[in-house]
């Protein structure tokens, strides 16, 4: 099994000079990292479907980067199209044209998009989507459910987290998903106070089994926002272009006004986009909003080459089928060892969870001796396929769970 000698190091190193070492999601003061020692802390490089960590070991990758990995890493059609940009510009004081070739193409591709706005993180995108709702509106309260992440900017924290303001999460109000008389009574209980309604197309959040609206559900919400006029945003930072290439609002079965990608938008190449509705592109145009880097041309580049390849692969079919095939396989490593391995959400953004384990000690050990013998995936979080994950990748990462499992028996 792995060892992390490199990766420690550099992490003393780290906490010396960056505050908690590594932040976010990859720190290893965050839940989905437990047992801690169990993981590698700094990568080294990356090729395709795997990625080698600081002392060498060889991972084959389930979390993709949390998603920005959708072809395999370093594809070379999208890095080749990035570096012959970077060779004339990337970020100059006027923007490139391959902007306006960058927003046709996703004008193109997303059924609900007459527009596109860049800029480069999706929490960039998810607070113009709801300074949008507001602007048009001029009304005050954002719908949330309850399981939801848009973000880390502070109208999407908890009054309980450290430095976040009464003020700035005052106007939020939450609801169950898919409880649609409860969100039927949150309209009418504030009746012309109702900016926008922000969700996720599915929900796809930690530390619960991921699930789909039920049948009818999303065009219920459609029309009471209509009703209502209250703006529908779907933050598909996640889930875009995994599920459908036209947007997981088209998947369901419906249109939203407002959309949000960011993370397999440039295979890694760092760009994020609102999408919109005709109605809305006034309200956009008419806010302060932009950044030093939001207009760089490399990632429009890289986006462009990227969504073409998605098509071209007909990824969205292509993750189901690999993700179907691993997520089995794995289920069947379980059963075999006595396990129940719960694999929920789509299978191209499949989350696991043991049965029978309420502590979730089990689970999180499982996980870590995954990641020991080299398939990294981590608890409580949703994972990622990428177009470059082979069936060899998914036989032997069958081949280490079952043993990890059987060392989990043991
Ligand atoms: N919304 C969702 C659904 C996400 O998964 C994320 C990122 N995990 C974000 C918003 C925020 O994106 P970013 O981290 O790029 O700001």
Not at 240 to 249: C, H, I, K, N
């Amino acid at each position: 099994v792995y060892e992390y000698p490199k990766s420690h190091e550099a992490f003393k190193r780290a906490l010396k000079v960056i505050p908690s070492g590594i932040y976010g999601h990859q720190g290893p003061s965050e839940g989905c990292y437990i047992p801690h020692d169990a993981f590698p802390l700094f990568s080294s490089r990356a090729k395709g479907s795997h990625f080698w960590d600081l002392d060498g070991n060889d991972y084959i990758d389930y979390m993709c980067g949390y998603g920005p990995n959708v072809l395999g890493y370093s594809d070379p059609d999208v890095d080749s199209a990035a570096l012959e940009q970077l060779k004339k510009e990337n970020c100059v004081t006027i923007p490139s044209s391959i902007m306006v070739d960058f927003a046709e193409l996703l004008v193109d591709t997303v059924a609900s998009a007459d527009w596109a706005f860049f800029a480069k993180n999706g929490s960039d995108v998810t607070s113009l989507a709801v300074i949008t709702a507001r602007a048009a509106t001029r009304r005050k309260k954002i719908v949330f459910f309850y399981g939801y992440y848009h973000g880390v900017y502070p109208w999407t924290q908890k009054l309980d987290y450290p430095g976040i303001l009464e003020e700035d999460v005052m106007n939020n109000l939450y609801v169950n998903f898919n409880d649609f008389p409860a969100l039927e009574k949150l309209f009418s209980d504030h009746k012309g106070e109702i900016a926008g309604l922000i969700a996720q197309p599915y929900m796809h959040g930690n530390f619960y089994d991921n699930y789909f609206p039920d049948d009818g559900y999303w065009q219920k919400v459609r029309k009471l926002c209509d009703d209502h006029q209250v703006v529908l945003i779907i933050d598909d930072v996640r889930a875009g272009f995994r599920l459908d290439l036209a947007g997981s609002d088209h998947y369901f079965g419906f249109q939203a006004d407002l959309i949000c990608f960011c993370k397999a938008l440039a295979n890694g190449y760092n760009v994020s986009a609102l999408c919109g509705k005709e109605s809305l592109r006034d309200v956009v145009s008419s806010l302060t909003f932009t950044g030093s880097y939001w207009m760089s041309a490399v990632p429009f580049a890289a986006g462009i080459a990227c969504i073409n390849k998605l098509k071209s692969l007909d990824a969205p079919r292509l993750f189901h089928d690999l993700g179907t095939k691993l997520t089995e396989g794995l289920t069947a490593a379980a059963a075999n060892n006595g396990f129940h391995l719960i694999a929920s959400g789509p299978p191209s953004l499949f989350y696991l969870r043991l049965a029978d384990d309420d502590s979730l000690i089990l689970h999180q050990q499982w996980i870590a001796e995954c990641v020991k013998r080299g398939i990294f995936l981590t608890s409580h979080h949703n994972h990622f396929i990428n177009a470059a994950l082979t069936e060899e990748d998914i036989k032997k990462s069958v081949e280490i769970a079952e043993d990890a499992f059987h060392t989990l028996r043991k």
